[in-house]
């Protein structure tokens, strides 16, 4: 077994734990020996799957050194003319295994509604199909990062090691004899978040981003959501990497450090030092990705940039044609230099979700958030209704903070607080949630928000993420679709644990509040504490006489990820928590309307 690494950020030692080793013949993978194949026009790793178009050079387990000597396993993809006729780079980058490796849809239900005929098994996990886009004219160079699988080194979670690894890359891949000197990062999720820091190293031949949705503050957007960890989903995810050596160890990180220092600080991406063109993705039905998208997307400190908030689930739209499609004219643009109009594309697009009805796809503003935004505040009152006047009467509402959840939409001990929309009207953003609390059983209170839509019988809707006859094509109708995160959007969710309510005046905007997670400010048993925190962007239709639900509980009230997740988060919470309605300690929620265009 390797040494373990003896690593710090600023004065902060990383904790580690080993990696289970690659093993042959499971999870895909195939022995670390280097060999080039060409795969010729018509070629199928098995049937049924997508075929290449072009003959295709097929160069495995290259190797790609960095700066300090560790040296990383990558596949390379490139048109078999490209000896004489050179071809950009896409890069794809992540630890979960390259070609067909690790993670795949397969283990998703009904592959997210994409068919196997459009995947060819030779991608890795939530990157460009090099099937795909050899025949478009670009090599796909899918590289293990860090400690994963036969690279070398320990495996990094982001930060600015795996940022100093991808500029290493990108220009050892430039300089190779097929390409044209010209590469692009592109993929979703880790594949999508890598990019925010690869591009922050300002690697000289790297010329466009597209990061298809992407977290870029591990500490606030993931692992720490409002100072509450996420632990068994940290923990799933850490049971499907496969390396030699040793990866960081998150939960351990979070045990000994709770709170923002030097290494929690490395976790968020210095977007504002990207100076390249970026296509940014973003959807509403991940719990992982949206605001470090949607910051992303605001924080680059130029205007070529682009931003689409698309309806359906991250991995079914990366596989739609339309998107390679949309890409290919974005990367023809920025890495061939080719003159086609790609700078006319609206700068942000956004769909809403209509739930009883079709959602709208790519509206489009000319900011975001939309410029024409009406900010309107809401108070929870008495009888479970939102109203539009605080009042002067004083109120207390309370839940039962500490039952049981399983986190299938079905939960008890959860507030209700409905506003009946008075016209047509569409919820774009984020909402901001001010709420004066208190608990007479604990020092702190962990509060969970969610925004939903009920219908004009106030029947509260889900969101489907695959189109239903998608889906059914896969053999799975709707009545069989699990309640599940990825396949199934419940609306915006929320949450703080009381402690951290603290603001981060340096980061927050006028629009989204960041929490500084500096310190812990307990409140003393029975004491009235005014917490504020905003709720992840969402984008929902309201027709006339529909309402507008906002929840508060003590447990997370969106989908788990899967159903083995199911009842295993827990909060820190113990008996009731008060919410205070009316007169001077009056809750209340900012809410984000637009009117629709006439």
């Not at 093993?23 to 670390?32: A, I, R, T």
């Not at 960095?66 to 490139?78: N, Y």
Request: net charge neutral; glycine share 8%; with cysteine.
């Amino acid at each position: 077994m390797a040494q373990e690494p003896n690593v710090k950020i600023g004065d902060v030692p990383i904790l580690f734990r080993p990696l289970k080793h690659p093993e042959l013949g499971v999870s895909g993978y195939d022995g670390p020996e280097h060999s080039v194949t060409i795969l010729k026009a018509g070629h199928q790793r098995e049937e049924g799957v997508k075929a290449f178009e072009v003959d295709t050079i097929y160069e495995k387990d290259v190797e790609v050194p960095m700066r300090d000597g560790v040296i990383l396993k990558g596949d390379i993809f490139r048109p078999a003319n490209s000896d004489s006729l050179k071809v950009p780079a896409i890069i794809p980058w992540s630890p979960y295994g390259k070609t067909g490796r690790g993670l795949s849809l397969n283990i998703m239900p009904g592959r997210m509604g994409v068919p196997r005929a459009n995947t060819s098994g030779y991608e890795k996990f939530e990157a460009p199909d090099p099937a795909e886009w050899t025949a478009r004219g670009y090599a796909i160079v899918s590289i293990d990062s860090r400690g994963s699988w036969d690279s070398q080194g320990y495996l990094c979670w982001a930060g600015t090691q795996e940022g100093r690894d991808g500029h290493d890359a990108i220009e050892w891949v430039a300089k190779l004899p097929w390409c044209t000197g010209t590469v692009a990062t592109a993929g979703n999720s880790w594949l999508g978040r890598s990019q925010w820091y690869i591009a922050a190293e300002r690697p000289p031949s790297l010329k466009c981003i597209a990061p298809l949705e992407g977290s870029g503050d591990l500490y606030r957007e993931i692992h720490v959501r409002g100072g509450i960890a996420c632990k068994p989903f940290l923990e799933w995810m850490m049971t499907n990497f496969r390396g030699r050596g040793y990866m960081e160890d998150p939960v351990a990180m979070l045990k000994k450090y709770p709170l923002m220092n030097d290494y929690w600080k490395d976790k968020r991406a210095l977007v504002s030092s990207i100076e390249v063109p970026a296509y940014v993705l973003a959807s509403y039905s991940t719990f992982l990705h949206l605001p470090g998208s949607l910051r992303g997307f605001e924080e680059i400190p130029h205007n070529k940039k682009w931003l689409r908030i698309h309806e359906s689930q991250e991995w079914h739209d990366l596989y739609q044609k339309r998107t390679s499609d949309e890409l290919q004219v974005f990367f023809d643009r920025y890495l061939k230099g080719v003159d086609n109009g790609w700078e006319s594309t609206p700068q942000v697009r956004v769909s809403l979700l209509g739930y009883n009805q079709c959602n709208i796809r790519n509206q489009v503003y000319k900011a975001w958030p939309p410029p024409e935004t009406n900010y309107t505040t809401l108070y929870a009152g008495a009888h479970g209704k939102l109203l539009g006047d605080a009042g002067k009467s004083h109120g207390v509402v309370s839940y039962q903070a500490d039952a049981d959840a399983q986190q299938v939409d079905n939960d008890s001990h959860e507030l209700h607080f409905k506003w009946k929309i008075p016209e047509r009207t569409f919820l774009i953003g984020s909402v901001r949630a001010v709420l004066y609390l208190s608990c007479n059983d604990l020092d702190d209170m962990d509060i969970f928000l969610q925004v939903r839509k009920a219908d004009k019988n106030g029947s509260i809707l889900r969101s489907y993420n695959v189109p239903d006859d998608e889906m059914a094509a896969m053999g799975i109708s709707r009545e069989k679709v699990p309640l599940t995160n990825p396949v199934v959007y419940l609306g915006p969710h929320g949450q703080i644990r009381a402690s951290h309510r603290a603001i981060d005046t340096r980061i927050s905007k006028p629009h989204y509040i960041s929490h500084s997670h500096l310190m812990e400010e307990r409140i003393p048993n029975g004491k009235v504490v005014k917490v504020e925190t905003s709720i992840w962007p969402g984008g929902i239709i309201f027709e006339k006489d529909e309402c507008l639900v906002i929840k508060i509980s003590g447990h997370p009230m969106y989908l788990a990820e899967f159903p083995t997740l199911r009842g295993a988060f827990k909060a820190n919470n113990k008996g009731l928590h008060k919410l205070y309605i009316g007169g001077e300690e009056a809750s209340h929620f900012v809410v984000p309307f637009v009117q629709p265009s006439s």
